[in-house]
Structure formats: C-alpha cells, structure tokens
C-alpha cells in the first residue's frame, strides 16, 4: 500500500514537472509569461481536466495528494527564500514605512470592501467576514517569478511589492487567525472581543519581528566559509537554515514562507550570498515550476454554474479593484511615480494560498456552501493568471517606449 502510494506521488510530481516545463518553452516562443504557462499546465494535466481520463486499475493516474500538495508548500518556501537573498534587511528597514503602509491596506482594503460588498448581496456577517478574509492575502510567488523574468527584481517597485507582500502576508495571517476562531466558536460574530484580535495581530507581528532579529544576528555566525569547508556544507545548512525558519515560523502561527524569507534576507549580506545564491536557482528551477503547476491542478471549473460565475464576477471585480488602489495608490505617494506604483498594485492581484485555506476553514465549519467554496476557488485562479499577463504587458509598454529610467537606477544602486 506504501508502495502503491508512493508510485502514485512519483508519476504525478514527473507529470506535471513535464508538462509545466513543455507549456514553459511553449509561452516563452509566444513571449508570455512562463509563470502563466506553468499554472495553465497544470490546470491542463490536473485530475479535473485531462488527468481525469487517464484512468488505470480503477484510479486516475494522476492525483494531487497530500505529498504532491506538500511539495508544493515547499516549491514556495523556496521562491520566498530567493527572494530573501535579493533584499537586503538594511533595504528592508530602509523601506519599511512603505511597505507597512502598502501592505497594511493592501490588507484593510480588501477585508472592509469586501466585508460590506457581499452583506449588501445578503450574506450574513460571518460568510461576508470569511469571503473578505480570502482577499486579504497576496500570492508573492508569482509577481517575484515575472519579476525575475524581466530582471527587474532589484528595481524600487519590484523591492516594495516584496517588501509590502510579506507585511500583507503577516496581517493576513493574523486576520486568518481570528476569523477562523470566531467561525470555530458557538458564540459565532456575537462573540468578537477587540481587545483579542488587536491582541492576536501585535502577537503575530512581535513574532515575525523577533524571528527576522534572531535570523540576522544567528544565520551569518552559523553559515561561514569559516566554520563549513567540506564541499556541499555551506548549501546544506543553508537550506536546512531555511526550511527550518519556515517549521518554526508555521508553528508559531505564522505562514512558513515567512521564515524562510527572513533566512534569505539574513543571508543578502554575507560572504557565501553568491554560492547560496546560484545553488538555490538551480533548485529553483525545479520547484518553482512544479509550485506553479499544483496549484494549476486543483483548479476544478466542473461545478460552475450561472450563479457561480455571477458571484465569481462580482469576487474578482472586488479582488481586482481593492489591491489595485488598496496598495497602487499609497505606492504611487512612496514611489512618487504613476507607473511604478501602479506595477506594484498589479503586483498585489494575485491571491494565494491563504484564500484556498480560508475557503476551506468556511466549508468544514459549514458556513460556505459549496458554491461559495468555488467561486474562492475561481477568484484565486484567475488573480493568478491575470497577474503575470498585466504584469507582464506593463513591462512591454516601457521596453517599446524606451524608457530606461529603471535600468539607470538599478546602476546608480550597483554604484
């Protein structure tokens, strides 16, 4: 039985490896984004599409299970971790009105728009409060990977859009937390106490606070070339550094991208940055993609209907237009720039993990039906597909226009 489990994990992680990597060279010949192609992969191959007719000894052959799911968790522990290495935490701090800004109403927005929208479609208080908290969360991967792509990964917009996700990402937690103990209690909306949740969110933000503190004093004393000389050392305790940041963070409530985001910030400065750095992008270039195409995968469109794509119209409308101001506008203030700051509310669209968690926190509680749960469902695909394709379009009117003003600052940085 282990061993038929087993099989049946190894098929499916070459599967959508291959095809994530065949829709790759395809997007990159069409010049799309190859992010977009890699989650188009997956949704291609996935159980509920053609994965769904390849069926042997009574079984589909291929099925996300629960270590292809945990893969995938660890396909953006490692993106999150790259990420890390490109900002340093002086940037970090430098930034960090900014992006606490950015990333606190990239939280508030969504919740309060979202909160009022769907009580007004005759919700009750507490579905509207789960649907809100589904929109809070930002899906940092995917802008990082189109970042990436156009080498603008050092730019200012590209530094605040990391900067403002991982804040967003925090906040997000925290409001995850509470919503999910209010959905969990018998008292239900009646039983909100404010002093809990302020409470709960400080508690969250001390927590990332002390763990980015302790990964920038601790990591550069324990990985050095000094202490690490046998071939291989330095990479292995980095990624053993990383994931188990990411371990701790998860247990202490935090999302575990987040620990490993602060290893890799820790790292930036340090004299093994440029070995870590080229090791983590060749694992990268298998993560990363079988991230993307997991998550494409467990996109199921069989139970849509007329209501669900009118309430899906009216989600991602809601999603769309809260990121886009919620953090576009504050970001045009910091970056005093109309273009950049509106790449970073673009950057903010897609949603993640922490929506498809919280669409299943509403239905296991009973309080979101199962039209409810797909339109989430759908809301999170299609931010991420729309991301990469605008993020993607924007950087092409610069490149035809010939403004190099990012290229200019990205020297003066360098310098």
């Known amino acids: 039985m282990v061993e038929a489990h087993l099989i049946e994990t ?30 188009l992969a997956g949704m291609i191959v996935g159980p509920f ?13 291929l099925q996300i299970n629960d270590e292809i799911r945990i893969l995938g968790e660890m396909g953006a522990i490692v993106i999150l971790f790259m990420a890390g290495l ?21 939280v508030v927005v969504p919740f309060f728009a979202g909160l009022v929208v769907f009580q007004i479609f005759g919700f009750d208080a507490l579905q509207s409060m789960l649907i809100a908290t589904a929109l809070t969360a930002t899906s940092i991967a995917i802008s990082i990977q189109v970042l990436s792509e156009f080498g603008k990964i050092k730019t200012p917009e590209a530094r605040l859009i990391i900067g ?14 509470v919503v999910s103990s209010i959905a969990g209690s018998d008292g239900g909306i009646g039983n909100i106490d404010i002093s809990e949740i302020i409470v709960t969110i400080l508690q969250v933000l001390g927590f990332f606070a002390i763990m980015l503190i302790v990964a920038v004093v601790v990591i550069p004393k324990i990985i050095t070339p000094k202490l690490w000389k046998a071939k291989g ?41 440029e070995k870590v750095e080229n090791y983590i992008g060749k694992i990268g270039l298998i993560f990363a993609p079988l ?33 886009l101001f919620g953090c576009g506008l504050p970001a045009m203030m910091f970056l005093k720039s109309k273009k950049k700051g509106m790449r970073v509310g673009i950057g903010m669209i897609s949603r993640g993990e ?5 669409a299943g926190v509403g239905v296991t509680a009973g309080i979101l039906t199962s039209e409810v749960y797909s339109t989430i469902v759908i809301m999170v695909a299609v931010t991420t597909i729309i991301t990469p394709i605008w993020l993607k379009m924007e950087y092409r009117k610069e490149q035809k226009s010939g403004n190099t003003k990012s290229e200019t600052t990205e020297e003066e940085k360098l310098e």
């Not at 701090?93 to 992006?99: D, N, R």
Request: proline residues 2%; hydrophobic residues 60%; without cysteine.
């Open 10 to 39: 190894i098929i499916g992680i070459g599967i959508l490896l291959f095809a994530a990597k065949l829709m790759a060279e395809l997007f990159l010949r069409l010049k799309l984004p190859i992010v977009l192609g890699e989650l």
């Open 49 to 61: 599409a053609l994965g769904g007719f390849f069926v042997v000894d009574g079984k589909q052959i």
């Open 86 to 106: 490109e900002m340093t935490p002086k940037e970090f701090l430098k930034g960090g009105k900014a992006s606490f800004t950015v990333g606190t109403l990239g």
């Open 164 to 177: 403002a996700a991982v804040v967003d990402d925090i906040l997000a937690i925290a409001v995850l937390s």
């Open 233 to 273: 050392s330095v990479e292995g305790i980095a990624t053993a550094s990383f994931f188990g940041a990411a371990a701790l963070a998860g247990s202490i409530g935090l999302s575990p991208i987040v620990g490993a985001f602060a290893v890799g910030m820790a790292l930036s400065t340090t004299k093994v940055f």
């Open 291 to 323: 991230f993307f195409a997991i998550i494409g995968a467990q996109v199921d469109l069989r139970a849509v209907d007329v209501n669900v794509m009118m309430l899906s119209g009216v989600i991602i409308a809601v999603a769309i237009v809260t990121k």
């Open 354 to 358: 922490v929506g498809l968690i919280v």
